[in-house]
């Protein structure tokens, strides 16, 4: 009898010693979830609120240090194993706790209780302010931040505040330039497993964020909400200086670089200075002679992309931009936008030295090389020079005799465009500028220009020997045969 009480005793103090053990693991269980819950990836650090309201569930358990696919299913400590350990060697088995559906295995049943949550969709644990759900106790922790505005972990090297341990974790490596997450397709490599999952949407052709408007896919999320202002119209990015609004901010911060005059993307190999990233990588391909994107049907190469869709037009005669007022089309939006202010009389661009105003940014920069006295433009064969590209171009065409623009109804050839327009009125008739004053037409700008002379009584040509004025060049030369008799 004193044998058997004796045996009993053992095993009563054995099972309390192994319920305590337990409830000690649980509870350091507790306190490491919570603890590595708030390092799981971020999509991006900016978006750090977002981002953790709709974390992916499944990740958080397939991240998490303590849940496993191998046998030894948790680890929390050196002394949670030992004591795991002691408990094996006491009982002589291991509790084995398995997800019937996927087959993972947990060392306690609260874990495998937690983990069914997957499947069930369960989330038990509701956010009383906003309503918000979670499947974790750790995940309303960290969310509840969001509303008391809570930001406990800073970065030691630059001060900046976080929420969530795990974002400070992802800033510290901007100062390390730590990049773990890499790329097996490509290479690249990435300070965050988010931004790594992202870019594999590019080799995966995934593209998870659907417009219910229009139907467009998107790869971001952050991209889907960019686009669902198009559909808005809204703008609520303005600029302070000048009232432009933006629908992004991005737009509004690369608009700001126009009047303070910022150039923070510079060339390392000539020095030349851009406001737009995009502009820079652009460039770059000067110096390393990469053409991305090539013609299929010419065969053309072009560094830009945007440059080869303007190109492709040319072959398939798309112009999908046309005016509603006049009716006329343009294959480039830029092309249609400039259009546009001739209707609305909008002159966006001001010379600051002369006050003269301008629709277009390239005539803007043309009459400012006026003021500067520039004319980088110099003709190799006799010296001339010009402050506007296209006028070299067309002075070009003299030494060359090159004449590119036909007529189609007479064939007749012409060195420039404008010339082949003025000549083509010639065959429909048509006289397209109207006196406003009488009523009279005519089939070209200048000689509106000159009749006009007839109601102002401008006399703009004057005699040198003599100072008389006249209306027409051709009065002037006539008058001065007088004084060549002379």
């Not at 990740?59 to 400590?77: I, L, M, R, V």
């Not at 997957?118 to 309303?140: A, I, M, W």
């Not at 000067?286 to 090539?294: C, M, Q, V």
């Not at 007479?410 to 009488?438: A, Y």
Request: net charge positive.
């Amino acid at each position: 009898m004193a044998f058997i009480k004796e045996e009993s005793e053992d095993t009563k103090m054995e099972f309390i010693k192994e319920e305590i053990e337990d409830i000690k693991i649980g509870e350091t269980f507790r306190v490491k979830q919570e603890d590595t819950e708030e390092q799981t990836d971020l999509m991006a650090l900016k978006e750090e609120n977002e981002v953790m309201n709709e974390m992916d569930e499944n990740d958080q358990y397939k991240n998490h240090p303590d849940f496993t696919t191998g046998e030894k299913t948790f680890s929390c400590s050196q002394t949670e194993k030992t004591s795991s350990r002691k408990r094996a060697k006491k009982t002589g088995t291991r509790r084995n706790f398995t997800c019937q559906q996927c087959g993972k295995s947990f060392a306690e049943k609260i874990h495998l209780e937690r983990h069914m949550r997957v499947h069930t969709g369960e989330k038990p644990y509701t956010c009383q302010q906003c309503g918000n759900q979670f499947t974790l106790k750790g995940s309303l922790n960290r969310h509840m931040r969001i509303h008391t505005g809570e930001r406990p972990y800073r970065c030691p090297q630059c001060g900046r505040s976080f929420s969530c341990k795990g974002h400070l974790k992802a800033h510290m490596r901007v100062h390390t330039r730590e990049k773990p997450f890499v790329c097996q397709e490509c290479g690249n490599r990435f300070t965050l497993n988010g931004s790594l999952k992202m870019h594999m949407r590019i080799h995966t052709g995934e593209k998870p964020y659907t417009c219910h408007q229009c139907g467009n896919t998107f790869a971001q999320k952050v991209s889907l909400k960019r686009h669902m202002i198009i559909h808005t119209g809204e703008k609520p990015y303005t600029c302070p200086q000048c009232g432009k609004s933006f629908s992004q901010k991005l737009s509004l911060n690369r608009h700001m670089r126009i009047h303070d005059g910022e150039k923070p993307f510079a060339c390392q190999q000539c020095g030349r200075s851009f406001n737009i990233k995009g502009n820079l990588k652009a460039h770059m391909r000067i110096h390393t002679k990469k053409s991305l994107f090539t013609c299929q049907q010419c065969g053309i190469s072009f560094t830009q992309k945007e440059s080869f869709n303007t190109h492709i037009k040319i072959h398939t005669k798309e112009k999908p931009y046309t005016c509603q007022q006049c009716g006329k089309s343009f294959d480039q939006h830029k092309n249609f936008k400039d259009h546009m202010r001739i209707h609305s009389g909008e002159k966006p661009y001001m010379c600051t030295q002369c006050g003269k105003s301008f629709n277009q940014k390239r005539n803007f920069k043309d009459h400012m090389k006026i003021h500067s006295g520039e004319q980088p433009y110099t003709c190799p064969q006799c010296g001339k020079s010009f402050n506007q590209k296209g006028h070299f171009e067309v002075h070009i065409r003299i030494h060359t005799g090159e004449k590119p623009f036909t007529c189609q109804q007479c064939g007749k050839l012409f060195n420039q465009i404008g010339i082949l327009n003025r000549h083509r009125i010639t065959h429909n008739g048509e006289k397209p500028f109207t006196c406003q004053q009488c009523g009279k037409s005519f089939n070209r700008k200048e000689i509106l220009k000159r009749h006009m002379r007839v109601h102002t009584g401008e006399r703009p040509f004057t005699c040198g020997h003599c100072g008389k004025s006249f209306g027409y060049k051709i009065a002037l030369k006539c008058h001065m045969s007088i004084h060549v008799c002379e």
